[in-house]
């Protein structure tokens, strides 16, 4: 094939992979949350078509790291898998990019947007939008991988609120032959604290006046179709993401594909939670070391699910005027009106979580896992749990509605390494003036700066 034909097949698959990405909900990458089994549900299920895996540090995965490489596989029914790679160089990520190509990936996504510390310091996630021109060439050298895989990225609106540049970056990453952005609607610095800014991702779009397009994929806040629908008719977002509203409902793709909300009653719901728990026993295995393994993650889902208030399409329509339904507090029922089965379900303690996800592994079907949850929720443990209140939530932090330190507004730096003894000003000097002369050197040599 010469070089002409190749240029051809590659535009012909951008193209394709282009329309591919458009008008969707898009899965997002999920730390805990975006496990095979998880994913198999919204696929399965509620017809889920395109999905991300959890982020993977490509430096792990290359040393063989076996939870990273677990993270690469598929569900037979997920149709446009992608998998997501942590990296900031350029030979490491075409590695990484290699190896999900091998796994059976449709397309690669770059991490632009984790604000957590674990990656931060180590120069990956969000950090890399402090300097777009050498976020522009990292993903140049990404996109020209030899696995021809389509490189998409996902990025903030910026670091701190003060340093907003989701236009540049989109601009320089569109030029870097990305072939989709994705843009969250908050700064890395403001986690999940404020309302997700559609307004800013509307004006990326507007101020984009270049001939080549691809794909804008806006994040932030969608619970429900209704809110799906009407931030891709408001910001001309091409396809929308979601998160959070899906660990909370895993049936609102169903819902975006047939443009109508579904109400679950509670028993529907509990059919729905088994068969997340009968995919982690087909993933994990059904023995003592499998429940071991899924136990990091099923009764995790409960803090999400036990969030879930059914809401028709005209409440959606009328609550969310004042606000992201998913950012919303509501008035907790009466718990005199809830029946004992109800109360479970709600409960927002660990130690519920626990019993309730035990209650499913062990049901041999939807029938018995409600007789044993109901007798679960008339039973002492739980009682003495209500009366207490058992554990907190163990929600991970990164999918939390709090700042760091649940201080409203406030973002401090988290405490890092113990920094050693104090280095004296000679020692300073003399790194100082290594540093500069090997920056001299690089340059010279028509090297970058910082090297990437």
């Not at 932030?220 to 660990?247: F, H, N, P």
């Not at 280095?423 to 300073?428: G, Q, V, Y």
């Amino acid at each position: 094939m010469d070089n002409g034909s190749r240029i051809d097949d590659q535009d012909s698959s951008s193209s394709s992979f282009s329309s591919a990405m458009k008008g969707k909900m898009i899965l997002a990458p999920l730390t805990r949350g975006g496990n095979l089994p998880f994913r198999r549900l919204c696929s399965d299920l509620f017809g889920m078509e395109t999905s991300i895996s959890e982020m993977i540090y490509a430096r792990s995965l290359l040393k063989g790291d076996a939870v990273e490489k677990a993270r690469l596989r598929r569900s037979p029914k997920e149709r446009m898998f992608g998998v997501q790679i942590a990296t900031n160089q350029i030979e490491e990520g075409c590695d990484a990019i290699r190896m999900a190509h091998k796994a059976g990936a449709d397309f690669v996504d770059l991490n632009c947007g984790c604000p957590i510390y674990e990656a931060t310091r180590r120069g990956l996630g969000s950090s890399l939008l402090r300097s777009p021109p050498k976020l522009g060439k990292l993903v140049e050298g990404l996109v020209n991988n030899d696995s021809n895989m389509p490189v998409t990225v996902k990025i903030r609106l910026g670091c701190e609120v003060g340093t907003i540049n989701c236009s540049e970056v989109t601009k320089i990453l569109r030029d870097a032959g990305a072939a989709a952005i994705t843009i969250h609607g908050r700064t890395a610095q403001q986690g999940y604290s404020k309302n997700a800014d559609w307004k800013m991702i509307q004006q990326v779009i507007q101020e984009d006046t270049t001939s080549t397009t691809i794909p804008i994929i806006g994040n932030g806040d969608i619970l429900t179709q209704y809110e799906a629908r009407k931030r891709m008719e408001e910001t001309s977002v091409d396809s929308v993401m979601v998160g959070r509203g899906a660990l909370i409902k895993p049936w609102i793709f169903q819902e975006f594909d047939d443009g109508q909300t579904w109400l679950p009653d509670l028993r529907e719901r509990i059919g729905i939670y088994r068969t997340l728990a009968s995919y982690m026993k087909d993933h994990f295995g059904d023995d003592e070391m499998g429940r071991k393994k899924s136990w990091n993650f099923l009764p995790w889902h409960f803090d999400f699910f036990n969030r879930y208030y059914p809401h028709n399409d005209d409440d959606e329509e009328h609550l969310s005027l004042d606000g992201p339904l998913i950012q919303s507090r509501w008035d907790i029922p009466d718990e005199t009106l809830l029946s004992p089965l109800e109360k479970l379900m709600t409960n927002r303690c660990n130690d519920a979580h626990n019993l309730i996800a035990a209650a499913l592994w062990e049901s041999e079907s939807d029938a018995d896992a409600i007789q044993k949850l109901i007798a679960i929720a008339e039973g002492h443990e739980f009682q003495q749990i209500t009366r207490t209140g058992g554990s907190g939530s163990g929600e991970d932090k990164v999918l939390t509605n709090l700042v760091p330190n649940k201080k409203k507004g406030k973002w401090t730096k988290r405490r890092g390494r113990n920094p050693g003894p104090k280095r004296t000003e000679e020692e300073i000097s003399r790194i100082r003036a290594q540093r500069a002369a090997k920056k001299a050197k690089i340059l010279a040599e028509g090297g970058v700066w910082p090297p990437l």
